[in-house]
């Protein structure tokens, strides 16, 4: 085709002599919207078809298993080969309780959005066992470094749900006194570090925690956890040296939900290689674990968790799982991905799963079940409505002005004094009155 | 009588100790590792080796190797760390072997530690100390020059604390350690060995000609927030700190101008009584700093001096500081903001 030479776009100049000509590859995800999906190409594995080494095994010395995935959990609902944890019927109905607990948190803080109640949420449906059963194979002192989709792990160890209520809300009653986004949780009395929303943030935090363990001769662990998209910061690089250099106890958990809001694992390099290989080349034990397999998330974790209270070092765990909703309440995946990918997901759901097993050991039925979920709705529903009368985001029921301006410091200085009187008189002008609402 | 006044007395009857800049850090971190099992001191080359300025030296074989150690070459990964260890009771005192250096670190430093208090409600904070050999003059070339404090005293939730003499440099540090905040150690390294007086081509005094070199044995501490008048005087008011209040001195005597110099000791949290005493009393200010001029801290004092001690000026603010470039390496003393530009600046100042 013909026309004027535009010299901004003159094609690029040949390349010199025999050298061919270079280019860029940009990772594209295999299903767009409207695709029809095939995940036959997924090597699963086989339940109960991997090897479980010793907890001082050399990292070396185990790497198939940071390519493979350990399963327990077969199509047959019963658990299989040496990764069996073996938990009592009672531990296993408490794991399904924390999960169910947390799709009925998980349901109803989102309608609550949708409903202006507050102005962000994040469901973790789909992810649930990666965060609660970690958690129960921990010890309820051992220090956690979540990112923001482990509420699961404050369900697990007992957090009151009126505080997440009330953090959700950022009203009067919130502890962290109305000043982060909703669901960045913090609680040092469950052994929970303050969310930070920055990404990976939390990652060598971890392994300084877990330093300073080992430099008091402690016997806590930590643990920290990080969305595979994340795992490009370099934070991360600096926790998995740190953890590696000085044989931190600590528990590097990935959780491969397969999406970072639109960008598909590709963007973080699973074109290549699986996340737990990252291990690896730090020489950090590596574990691949069917994330939506509770037993198999539940015994990945022990056997880190062992390995760190032994003073054997670190681990990583790579959570092999689906992001069954959007990123969050600000996200549409319609526009970018599949719907039928969460249909087709070959790990199927992890509550299913677990329910399903716990029926087919005989410790379970559908009436209970059914039951349970209704307790949970119901008391999540109700405590919604406790959590109502310290007020919803944006009615007037927060904590003070001054509130604004402690805790930037230990003592407030000067200017911040000053920047607080200029707030309230602000505040007088314009109602009259420093409190309008009480 | 408070620890602070009988460790003081005490030293008033002891015989007198001089010592340099680095010797009186390194006390410092000795008595503090001492007296607090928490304290652990880590960074680049720090441990056996004592440090690349020698800070550090001694420190590992008396108190061990997990109270004092090196660290990967990851400014992220040691103030990512350090922020854990806060978070578990540690007070850890990370070295970043220089300031030009510590840019890596910047979203630990700003988005976790200067905001843990704050957004976690007081649940979980951050004490520590980053100690990081700062500024120019030593012929460093742009990466081993830079004074970046403006970066951090804009940042809420950090302390930015600068010390000019060895006696200073020793009480800071002891109180930056205690402090449960994080605070930003910038150490002026031009000084490490003797008060540089800005004449570089005349011969650099050591510190123990200097009054300030005389530094008491044990614990004591110099608040933060609190600045030093260096010298009394009426005609003017310079508001400095670090390398830059000996320079200051050094001009303001060649020249004989009766100057009051204040060296600050501590940018946040500022002695903002300090300066409106003095700038009311003289009616002239100049600001010195070796950084960069714009959005530099000068711009915050002279903003400072202006809104508040406006009636009293006499003549409009005087920033001297270092040019808008790089710290470059063979025209470092023209970079310098010198006892030239100084100089034209005091006479510019008293000239109405």
Not at chain 1, 33 to 47: E, H, L
Not at chain 1, 276 to 281: K, S, V
Not at chain 2, 143 to 154: K, M, V
């Amino acid at each position: 085709m013909a026309g004027p030479v535009d010299p901004e776009k003159q094609p690029a100049p040949a390349p010199d002599g025999n050298r061919p000509s270079l280019s860029l590859h940009v990772p594209e995800p295999k299903y767009r919207p409207g695709d029809t999906v095939d995940f036959s190409d997924i090597d699963i594995g086989t339940p109960g078809g991997q090897p479980r080494p010793d907890e001082s095994a050399h990292p070396s010395q185990m790497g198939e298993l940071a390519y493979s995935l350990i399963r327990v959990l077969g199509d047959d609902n019963q658990a299989h080969g040496p990764w069996n944890p073996r938990l009592d019927p009672e531990t296993l109905r408490q794991m399904l309780g924390h999960m169910a607990m947390v799709r009925a948190f998980d349901e109803r803080m989102f309608r609550g959005q949708r409903q202006g109640k507050t102005s962000f949420y994040m469901k973790c449906t789909g992810e649930e066992a990666t965060s609660i059963a970690p958690a129960m194979a921990l010890a309820s002192d051992d220090m956690v470094f979540p990112s923001y989709r482990q509420q699961g792990i404050l369900i697990a160890r007992g957090y009151p749900l009126i505080e997440m209520i009330n953090q959700i809300y950022s009203n009067k009653a919130d502890k962290l006194k109305g000043r982060q986004l909703p669901i960045m949780y913090s609680s040092r009395e469950h052994g929970f570090f303050s969310i930070s929303g920055n990404l990976a943030t939390q990652t060598p935090q971890a392994v300084g925690w877990a330093m300073a363990s080992a430099i008091k001769g402690d016997s806590r662990i930590a643990a920290t956890w990080v969305g595979e998209g994340s795992t490009a910061e370099g934070d991360f690089h600096s926790a998995c040296t740190f953890a590696a250099v000085y044989n931190a106890p600590v528990i590097l958990n990935i959780i491969n939900n397969q999406w970072a809001i639109s960008s598909f694992s590709g963007f973080a390099g699973a074109e290549r290689t699986t996340f737990a290989a990252r291990g690896l080349g730090y020489g950090i034990a590596a574990l691949r674990v069917d994330g939506n397999d509770a037993l198999a998330c539940f015994a990945a974790a022990q056997w880190a968790a062992n390995r760190a209270r032994a003073n054997q070092g670190p681990t990583l765990i790579e959570y092999f799982t689906y992001r069954a909703e959007g990123h969050s309440t600000s996200d549409d995946p319609s526009g970018y991905r599949s719907a039928q990918e969460r249909e087709e997901w070959p790990l199927g759901d992890p509550v299913t799963r677990l329910k399903a097993h716990l029926i087919d050991i005989g410790e379970w039925d559908e009436e209970r079940h059914a039951a349970m979920d209704l307790e949970c709705a119901e008391l999540v529903k109700a405590t919604t409505k406790e959590a109502e009368k310290n007020g919803i985001l944006g009615h007037g029921l927060h904590h003070p002005f001054h509130t604004m301006f402690e805790d930037v410091y230990e003592e407030l200085p000067w200017h911040l004094e000053e920047q607080a009187d200029q707030a309230i008189r602000e505040r007088i002008a314009k109602f009259g009155t420093e409190r309008p609402f009480g | 009588m408070s620890e602070d006044t009988q460790t003081v007395a005490n030293a008033e009857t002891a015989p007198e100790r001089r010592l340099n800049m680095i010797e009186a850090i390194n006390e410092a971190l000795d008595i503090m590792l001492a007296r607090d099992p928490d304290v652990i001191i880590m960074g680049e080359d720090v441990g056996y080796f004592g440090g690349v300025f020698r800070a550090t030296a001694g420190l590992q074989a008396k108190h061990g190797k997990t109270r004092v150690f090196d660290t990967p070459i990851s400014e992220c990964g040691i103030i990512g760390v350090a922020v854990g260890m806060g978070a578990y009771g540690l007070r850890p005192v990370p070295e970043i072997q220089f300031a030009d250096y510590i840019y890596p670190g910047l979203d630990q430093l700003i988005s976790e530690a200067a905001r843990l208090r704050y957004r976690s409600a007081g649940d979980f904070i951050a004490p520590m100390t980053v100690r990081s050999p700062f500024g120019g003059g030593i012929f460093g070339g742009q990466t081993h020059s830079q004074s970046p404090e403006a970066i951090f005293t804009h940042v809420s939730g950090l302390k930015t604390v600068i010390p000019a003499t060895p006696y200073d440099a020793k009480g800071l540090l002891i109180a930056a350690i205690e402090d449960n905040d994080p605070v930003i150690f910038f150490e002026p390294k031009r000084i490490y060995n003797g008060p540089f007086s800005g004449f570089y081509d005349k011969p650099v005094e050591p510190w123990k000609k200097h009054a300030d070199s005389v530094v008491p044995e044990g614990y004591y501490r110099i608040p933060l927030g609190k600045a030093r008048i260096v010298r009394t005087g009426e005609a003017m008011t310079i508001l400095t700190y670090g390398t830059m209040v000996h320079v200051a001195e050094a001009v303001a005597r060649e020249k004989g101008v009766d100057a009051e110099i204040i060296d600050l000791r501590t940018l946040v949290p500022l002695d903002i009584e300090a300066i409106e005493a003095s700038v009311e009393k003289t009616g002239r200010c100049m600001i010195v700093h070796e950084a960069t001029r714009t959005s530099g801290f000068g711009a915050e004092l002279s903003a400072l001096v202006t809104e508040r001690c406006f009636y009293h000026l006499e003549a409009p603010v005087e920033r001297v500081t270092g040019f808008d470039t790089p710290y470059p390496h063979s025209l470092e003393w023209a970079y310098f903001p010198g006892p030239v530009r100084i100089g034209d600046a005091i006479d510019k100042l008293l000239k109405d």
